[in-house]
């Protein structure tokens, strides 16, 4: 059983094109995260989510647009997708209770060509 | 700036071998440290956490030191075998950052058998 799942795994689009990233978690957390991981490494924060409403939004760009349907969603689109926004995109959860306790899902690698 | 920082970048060791893992970050009003293991496709695992109040903490054959007053967190490794194969994250949520983490780049481990 994955706790935290996202898709797709593996994301190659064109410029100016609109895509979806999707994230589930089936831990009953109550704080999900959508994370950045540029060609150095780092991961940055983008946006938190605690119980479907926003808490921490990053300086992002407008273009990115978390959406939570529900608790266990968090799905993060993005519109006019730019060269610089090829990166590997993780998912995260947390009980709001214990932050410390983050589980992370398998990554998306995102290639905008 | 709030920053972490790990060195070396990467490391390639025989199998069998003690190895240490460096951190340091430059502020040391923190809630705690994280080490994580990135393995490819599989998203971030947590090895360890250390409270702010804590001096180590221990799992198998990890043992993570933390020293706040100098900034610094090592990551010890013992025996190493070729399944600790993997980049080694560390991240830190400083104390007025809202509890965002800020992560270090990783250190990719290679064992060799």
Redesign the interface.
């Known amino acids: 059983d994955t706790a935290?799942s996202q898709t797709p795994?593996y994301l190659v689009t064109q410029m100016g094109n609109d895509k979806s990233i999707k994230c589930e978690q089936n831990l009953g957390h109550d704080t999900m995260y959508w994370y950045k991981q540029d060609s150095?490494?780092?991961?940055?924060?983008m946006f938190s989510y605690n119980n479907k409403e926003l808490i921490?939004n990053?300086t992002v760009p407008n273009r990115f647009s978390p959406k939570s349907p529900d608790k266990a969603h968090l799905n993060l689109h993005i519109n006019s997708l730019e060269l610089g926004d090829s990166a590997v995109y993780?998912c995260?959860s947390s009980p709001v209770e214990d932050?410390?306790?983050?589980?992370?899902?398998?990554?998306t690698r995102l290639t905008v060509v | 700036k709030q920053e972490v920082t790990q060195i070396p970048a990467a490391l390639s060791v025989p199998e069998g071998e003690n190895l240490v893992l460096n951190c340091s970050f430059t502020d040391s009003a923190i809630y705690n440290l994280q080490w994580f293991r990135q393995d490819p496709g599989k998203g971030l695992t947590s090895l360890l956490l250390i409270q702010s109040s804590q001096r180590e903490q221990t799992s198998g054959r990890l043992n993570a030191s933390l020293d706040k007053s100098s900034g610094r967190s090592t990551l010890y490794i013992a025996a190493s075998q070729p399944g600790d194969s993997a980049t080694y994250l560390c991240a830190v949520p400083f104390m007025d950052s809202n509890y965002q983490l800020i992560w270090g780049a990783g250190t990719k481990l290679i064992i060799k058998p």
């Open positions: 935290v795994k150095k490494k780092f991961l940055k924060i921490i990053e993780f995260a932050r410390d306790q983050a589980f992370f899902g398998q990554g």
